[in-house]
């Protein structure tokens, strides 16, 4: 044993105790006849002090040695401290050196080992080891470590059964964005690295294990974005013999224990809205809701007049921006040339002071009277002080862009206070979607997801009108986990392959072993993932997953720190029967 | 919900409720008026009855069409049985059924889904989804999702933190066993698969973590022995600031909390042994100490006579079989036969019997006397009515054959008792181990164990000599955790790496970030893993560990129901810039 404490536990119920430390040289102060230590370990920081006239000579000698990050254990008596420091729960003593061994030295590390560091993202990456001595990232990473296991006795007492599935699994010819893996044992063939457990959890269903879970690492070789992981965690879960509501009352109250355990916040049962009252009223599906600012259509109300921009436009719709008629026009302009930006992409924006007195001031004045601007501040909801601003256009490119505004607003107002937390529901998904670049229909979730049954009809007729048995669950703006209830037949899974446009060979070759299982009794069963990194992040109050992952990739899908991907020897690759290209 | 309860919790408590039940049609009896069915679920099997004239004539009919497996959900009331079963929990009860759905067909399933099935372990693995439904397997999932949970449990609650470390890792030109995946964003570069998250957690160390565990697959693309598998799962731990003894402490500790908690069985405190006594007692670094018949060296007694073949030999070894004096000639010749054989490679065998009236026979009373033959018994500690084995030949290779027959009796006197636990730890393994074939040493646990401080000076001229801190705990003949003590100064790393054939670049190369990260402040730190799957079986009293495992692999490293590895198309393969050889 190398300590009798920790660096975070001392405290004045403690003075008089002879105590052993280790840890971290975090900083020292040398005042010639006294000199002062902070030592850091993952529990706290104690003060330690060498006195020239109560140390003995050889151990004030050597403390004047310590540098940055050196590595020490320490005897002494814990005594009271002269200047208390109330900030920190070790305050009120300090540790009366007697003995000191250097158990490591240290080089002056590349950055400050600080909450507040001097290092960027960078240096910080390719030197994690010492990031993660930092209070932010080291917490993010407790912090994780705590809700990985609410949520494993949330289900485990639940009778949720976790089971690990293999990651060396099949690639499939869809798989564009599978990592693969080629066998040395099989020549010439791969396996795939999972971007889900999706067949394997159906399969266990149909395998009568009917609560199954797993915190699982899933993997994607896709062109990162700013917040993403090629390998990232997901909180997958199944149950068979359940419907719809089922899950949706399971897992929110999962959510709702987190949110109790881990936060001390208590939420309502959450909201439930459909994808499409969330495309209307939010202009995207997953809406922020902890603030209001709906839209309001105003077609009705905006279409009668001269003015040819609205009535050529397809929708036109506006949102009220809470106390915020006190805009300057530079101001507003500042937010017009926001919105036309390429990544938002309108083409211009309309605006409408409500002034305290309840009257209106627009930017299209010309053509709209009181009465009019008065309907639209009714359809937006808005209030004597707010600011209405509206947009026009084709109605899904209006609509994210509106969207888009909505959250610029909401984080200038401060609206987005982290340490509130409004989830939601967001249900009744399309099943399909078209996508313009192949010409046909794409599963919106995955092609295992059940269409509504009272939506099959539509399938030959109107395929984009058909609703799937899908939800989301959405926390502050962002999706924290999405399922379905899934196809259990295999009759409706064929069908569901040949609107997808798979042949029946293709089908046979990618999920035979599915549709096999489905023809020996598979019971009804749905399920939903959580992205596990982003849901710590969100708990954790934080935009970002990065420090909630104890090794990042960057952007490149690079490890930095131990310079990973990186070139393999020949001998390698022939016994693997590739070669480079 | 498609149920209000489950087929294994009705009793008597439950009479005349009404209740719903969904699950599987284990099999019906058809009496004509009378018609019974098993209902099974994943938590037991429900009776139900269907009776002419009692049920409602269309559900009396339908209950006649239900097929093996076929999905249902009843509605009924619950009755007492007549012929109550009391080897079920359920069997005080039946379900008198008024309403029935079938919720989905079966086909006849390829084998009974019965605890003894007449299914043969290949086609039970094509078809692992109707495999889990059987009892063995499913509680075995069961089971081992419990033994996780114990040990997330236990070692939390010692501030211990999971922190998953990263998949795609660094491949290392040693790392023949690596499985690879090549990067569609960084041409002609590869991942690899981690073999163990070994540089990981010790980064973690010095990153101030202090500790770490993770459950967590790893990756060995070797030739797959009978029970091994190309991905496994390991409990993977690591703590800072503390030596051997605290290690052992600890994980001792969980050890007994698993053994306790999962089995009932209190264990003594682990004993400890030397790999060297190891070795010279039971002829292998994981002994069964569930029996005796400890080796008994037998050169001083043995090599005084005119018997040339154990004078000539390097050691003379044997062991006493409990109650074996009784076997006949055709048993010992057969013994002797098995001995010969190539996998144990013994030339010859010696025997002892100790009869009852305390005088000996031997295979051998040409060469000596009854008094020699005592102390033979004395040595290897036979008593009357053993009998006494003894090989002879080059040490090494005869210890491990009469490990083998060792081994081999115990099975057949039935010693081997999978009800009884006997753990221990082996220590001070050698740091070194030649290897012939590349006139080298390699690292017996890895290049980052530390060797015995005391030893140090024996690597420059005694390599083999030299003692690691490392050590292993061993269950019922089997290893299931193994660790050290690490190198934590950047001197002794590089040192180590030199005497390990290390050229400093290659060093550099492959663990520069190691090398680097120790120069920051690395404490002293260890750890070790065991393996989940060998643990989980040993617990559950198998042998094998392919049932502790929801998908496993054969021999192959074939998925044989998903049918992977499987070749990939050439635009994927051009994505990644490789091509097949």
Redesign the interface.
């Known amino acids: 044993?190398?300590?009798s404490h920790n660096c975070g536990e001392l405290n004045s119920s403690h003075i008089n105790t002879e105590v052993t430390l280790?840890g971290?040289v975090q900083k020292s102060r040398d005042k010639g006849f006294m000199n002062w230590v902070d030592l850091?370990?993952?529990y706290g920081i104690t003060q330690l002090i060498f006195d020239e006239s109560r140390s003995e000579k050889s151990v004030f000698e050597k403390a004047k040695t310590l540098g940055r990050?050196?590595?020490i254990?320490v005897k002494g008596m814990v005594i009271e401290r002269e200047a208390k420091n109330k900030n920190i729960p070790t305050g009120e003593i300090e540790i009366l050196v007697t003995e000191m061994t250097i158990?490591?030295?240290?080089?002056t590390?590349p950055f400050t080992i600080e909450d507040e560091t001097d290092g960027g993202e960078d240096i910080r990456m390719k030197?994690?080891?010492?990031?993660?001595?930092r209070n932010p990232v080291?917490n993010s990473?407790?912090f994780?470590?705590k809700v990985?296991?609410e949520v494993?006795?949330y289900l485990?007492d639940l009778d949720f059964?976790?089971?690990?599935?293999?990651?060396?699994?099949?690639?499939t010819?869809e798989g564009?964005r599978?990592?693969?893996?080629?066998?040395?044992?099989?020549e010439?063939?791969?396996?795939?690295?999972p971007q889900s457990p999706q067949?394997?959890k159906q399969?266990?269903m149909?395998?009568?294990?009917?609560k199954y879970f797993q915190i699982v690492?899933c993997?994607r070789?896709e062109?990162l974005r700013a917040d993403r992981q090629?390998?990232f965690?997901q909180i997958d879960c199944e149950m068979a013999?359940?419907?719809q509501?089922?899950i949706l009352n399971i897992f929110e109250g999962l959510t709702r224990h987190l949110l109790l355990e881990i936060k001390g916040i208590e939420v309502d049962k959450f909201p439930r809205i459909t994808y499409d009252y969330a495309i209307k009223t939010y202009g995207n599906d997953k809406p922020d809701i902890r603030f209001d600012m709906k839209f309001g259509e105003l077609n009705e109300v905006a279409q009668h007049k001269e003015f040819p921009v609205f009535n050529a436009a397809e929708l036109v719709v506006g949102i009220a921006a809470p106390n915020c008629a006190t805009y300057t026009r530079k101001e507003i302009d500042a937010l017009i040339d926001w919105v036309k930006r390429p990544q938002v992409g309108a083409s211009g924006m309309v605006y409408v002071k409500c002034e305290a007195d309840g009257s209106y001031k627009s930017s299209v004045d010309k053509f709209y009277d009181q009465e009019d601007l008065a309907k639209w501040a009714k359809a937006t909801n808005a209030k004597a002080g707010d600011m209405i601003f509206v947009l026009s256009g084709p109605a899904d490119k209006t609509r994210s862009a509106l969207s888009a505004l909505r959250m610029e607003l909401a984080t200038r107002l401060g609206l987005r206070n982290p340490a509130v937390f409004a989830p939601l529901w967001v249900v009744d998904f399309p099943l399909l979607e078209f996508d313009e670049e192949s010409g046909r229909y794409h599963a919106m979730h995955h092609p295992f997801t059940s269409p509504k049954p009272e939506d099959m009809a539509l399938l030959e007729t109107d395929p984009g009108k058909v609703r799937a048995n899908a939800y989301d669950m959405v926390l502050n703006g962002n999706e924290i986990g999405g399922g379905s209830i899934r196809i259990?037949?295999k009759k409706t899974q064929e069908l569901m392959f040949k609107y997808l446009g798979f042949t029946e060979e293709e089908a046979r070759n990618q999920f035979g072993?599915l549709m096999?299982?489905?023809?020996?009794?598979?019971?009804?069963h749905g399920g939903l993932a959580f992205g596990l990194d982003r849901l710590v992040a969100i708990l954790g109050g934080q935009e970002t997953i990065r420090d909630f992952?104890?090794?990042p990739?960057n952007n490149?899908?690079?490890?930095v720190?131990?310079?990973?991907?990186?070139?393999?020897?020949e001998k390698?690759?022939?016994?693997?029967?590739?070669?480079?290209?």
Not at 556 to 559: L, V, Y
Request: glycine content about 4%; hydrophobic content about 40%.
């Open positions: 044993m190398y300590r280790a971290w850091r370990d993952r990050e050196f590595v254990q158990l490591n030295e240290a080089i590390p030197y994690r080891y010492l990031d993660i001595r080291k990473l407790l994780r470590h990985a296991m494993r006795k485990s059964c976790e089971v690990e599935t293999p990651y060396l699994i099949k690639s010819p564009a599978d990592f693969v893996v080629p066998s040395r044992m099989n010439g063939q791969f396996y795939a690295l067949t394997f399969l266990l149909v395998g009568g294990m009917d690492k993997f070789d062109d090629p390998e965690t013999f359940v419907d509501e089922d259990h037949d072993f096999d299982a489905f023809q020996y009794g598979a019971p009804p992952i104890a090794f990739k490149s899908g690079r490890d720190m131990i310079d990973a991907p990186s070139a393999i020897d390698q690759l022939n016994e693997l029967h590739i070669k480079l290209k």
